[in-house]
């Protein structure tokens, strides 16, 4: 199947500080990714879709100034996580769909745990 | 608003079983609903689709029901064994994205 990388698996930073996130498609190009954040025993929850080369969607509730997406290219999307603060300590995952169409099944980054102290 | 339903309560089994997990949703009318295998600090992977107008999908000891009259879907892991311990998540297409279920837990002990 498809793969998708995701890196850091895990960051730890100072509150104030700010965090970037990749995620690549390594066998495939996605125009579209998306971003998902995921708090303990919860759901996931869909932050933002990424579009290559053009500005990201986000979700109601979530700041847009707080999280910089970047989709440079059809391979790798960003996600910098800005003045972070110990409420955005989460567990960020990545997605992409190698196919168009909603009968599609999606591949999943491994994950990002970042813990803001 | 538009909701998917798994029951939050852990699922103990013994190996051997069959596994039964259930997602309900509301205000959606899916063509397709997707089921996702989760394991600890690891990201979802895909497990199975069906459509619609597909009352039931089977792959290996994995099947899955698909009621859009009840809203519902229901999973099945037969002969269950302790590698299928982890926490299984409901998804359903919203616009081009997935939402998901929180998802049940799942542990099979020998």
């Known amino acids: 199947g498809a793969v998708v990388s995701q890196h850091p698996s895990w960051v730890i930073c100072k509150s104030g500080t700010s965090v970037k996130i990749e995620c690549r498609s390594l066998?495939?190009?996605?125009?579209?990714m998306f971003w998902y954040r995921q708090f303990p025993k919860q759901s996931l929850m869909l932050m933002a879709t990424s579009n290559e080369g053009s500005k990201a969607t986000y979700e109601q509730g979530v700041e847009k100034d707080k999280f910089l997406i970047n989709h440079a290219s059809l391979t790798l999307s960003t996600l910098t996580v800005t003045s972070a603060h110990p409420e955005d300590s989460s567990f960020y995952i990545c997605s992409a769909r190698p196919t168009r169409g909603l009968n599609t099944e999606a591949f999943f980054g491994q994950g990002t745990r970042l813990t803001v102290v | 608003s538009q909701k998917i339903e798994q029951n939050s309560e852990a699922l103990n089994i013994q190996e051997g079983k069959t596994a039964t997990l259930t997602c309900n949703y509301t205000n959606y009318s899916p063509a397709y609903l997707q089921w996702y295998r989760q394991d600890p600090g690891r990201g979802p992977v895909f497990l199975l689709l069906?459509?619609?107008?597909?009352k039931e999908k089977r792959k290996e000891r994995l099947k899955v029901t698909f009621d859009t009259t009840l809203k519902q879907s229901l999973f099945h892991i037969t002969a269950s064994q302790p590698a299928d311990s982890a926490t299984y998540l409901c998804a359903l297409n919203s616009g081009y994205a997935l939402n998901f279920g929180k998802g049940t837990s799942l542990l099979v002990t020998p």
């Open positions: 066998d495939f190009q996605a125009t579209t």
């Open positions: 069906i459509r619609e107008n597909e």
